[in-house]
C-alpha cells in the first residue's frame, strides 16, 4: 500500500536551504517509488542539483511565475509542492497557486527547537503554521503520556558547513545565468561577501563572545537578555510589527531606560548567522546613550545561548525560536511577533516597561506539555547543513511526506487514554 501511494504522487521541489539537503530528499523519494522534479532559479540552484533528478530552469520573471506554476502543475500532474520556508516571494506565490490547484504543500524550516532540529509541516510555518489553530488544552489530550524528549547540543548545528554553503551558493549565482530578483535587499555580490567574511570573523566572535559572556557572569547586576533576529530574515520582517531591526533595539533600549529598576542591566545577544549589514553594536551604542543607559547595556556576537539563559532574569524578542530555551529554563519572555509559542500561557502580555520592572513568569507546566506535543509532531532531530544531521532527517522526513496526513493530524487522531484510566498528570497539572 505504502508503495502504490508513493507511485502516485509527484513532488516538484523549489528552493531549500544551502548546500545539498534537497537533492538527498528527492532521492529518497523516488528511491521509494515517487516521481521528483524541481524548478532551479539560478546556478546556485543549480549547483547541488544533479540533473539526473529533473531540472528545469525558470527563465521568466517574476510577474510571470504564478501562470508558469500554474501551467507546470498541470502539464505534469504535480500532487506535491516541496519548498524551504513560506514567506519568500517565490514561495508565497507557489503556495498561493499550490491550493488553487489541490497540491499539498510541504514546508520545511529551521527547528522550532533549535539548534538541533528542524521542522517539517504542511501548508505553512511560524506565523502561517497550522500549530497556531490548536490550543494546549488540545496538545495536552492527544499525548498519551509525558515523557522527556532528547536534548540537543546548545552550539547552533554545522555553523562552519551553513555559512560555507551560502559562500558557494552565492558565489555561482555571480557566475552568470537567469535568476529571479532576490527575496534579500541587497545585491547578490554584496551577499556572497558577506557569507565570506562572517565566516573568516567567526573565530574572532567566538574568542569575543567566551570574553563577554565572562565578564557578565562576573556581575552580580540581574541582567535582561535581548533575543536579536537577523534584520533580512523573513520570519523578522513577516511576523513581526517593527520594520526593521533599528526600531525594535530603540523600543527595546526606550522601555528598559523606562522601566527597568536602576541596578538591572541588558544584554543584546547577536544572531549566530549576523554578517553585518545593519551596523548593530554602534546602534545599540548610539541608542543606549541617547537613553541614558549606556553604561548598563552589552553586546555580545554569535555564539551559545544556553550560558546566558541560564544567568538572565528575563528574554525580550520579536520572534526568536531562542526564547523557546527561555521557556524551557522558566525564564519570562515578552515576544513581540507571531510565533508558535507566542501564547498567553507562555509569553507575557504585560507593557514593555512593567515587563522589565516585574515580569510575569510563564506556565512551566503548560509549556513542557507544547514542547513535548512539538517533539512528538513536527520537530525532526538533524542538521539541514552536516552530513551526520542530513542523515538524521532522511530517516524520518520522507516517510512523514509520505503518510496520508500532517504530522499534527496523524497525533491528534491516535486514541487516547483507555476510558477509565486515570488521568495522566500532565493532564492534571493543567487543570489547576
Known sequence: MALLRAMTRRFLFLQGPHGPFFAELAGTLARAGARVGRVLFNRGDRMFWPGRLGGTLYRGGAEDWPGWLHARIARDGVSDLVIYGDTRPVHRAAVEAA??????????????????????????????????????????????????????????????????????????????????????????????????????????????HRVKLRGIRRRAAPFHLVLLQLDHDANFRHYGPFPDSRVFVDTVLKGFAEGAPAHHRLVF???????????????????????????????????????????CRTAVTVNSTGAQQA?????PVKAFGQAVYARQEFVSGQPLQAFFADPMPPDTAAYHVFRQFLLETSQIPGSFYAATGRRQILRRAADMMLAADDPYTLRLRRPRQLEGAARPQHLRMLDR
Do not use: C
Open 269 to 311: 545577544k547577536a544572531h549566530p548567522l549576523e554578517d553585518g549589514r545593519v551596523p548593530m553594536r554602534p546602534l545599540i551604542a548610539e541608542r543606549a546613550a541617547a537613553y541614558g543607559v549606556a553604561g548598563r547595556v552589552d553586546y555580545v556576537p554569535g555564539g551559545r545561548l544556553g550560558a546566558l539563559l541560564d544567568a
Open 99 to 208: 491550493r488553487q490547484a489541490g497540491v499539498t504543500v510541504h514546508v520545511f524550516e529551521e527547528g522550532y527547537l533549535r539548534p538541533w532540529w528542524v521542522s517539517y509541516e504542511r501548508e505553512g510555518s511560524n506565523g502561517a503554521s497550522r500549530l497556531n489553530a490548536l490550543s494546549v488544552a488540545e496538545m495536552a489530550e492527544a499525548l498519551a503520556a509525558p515523557h522527556e524528549g532528547a536534548e540537543a547540543p546548545e552550539g547552533w548545528g554545522a555553523l562552519y558547513r551553513h555559512m560555507a554553503y551560502g559562500a558557494l551558493y552565492h558565489g555561482a549565482m555571480l557566475s552568470g545565468g537567469p535568476r529571479l530578483p532576490s527575496h534579500r535587499e541587497v545585491p547578490v555580490g554584496r551577499e556572497a561577501r558577506l557569507h565570506l567574511l562572517r565566516l573568516m570573523a567567526l573565530p574572532a566572535h567566538a574568542l569575543e
Open 327 to 331: 521557556l524551557l529554563r522558566g525564564r
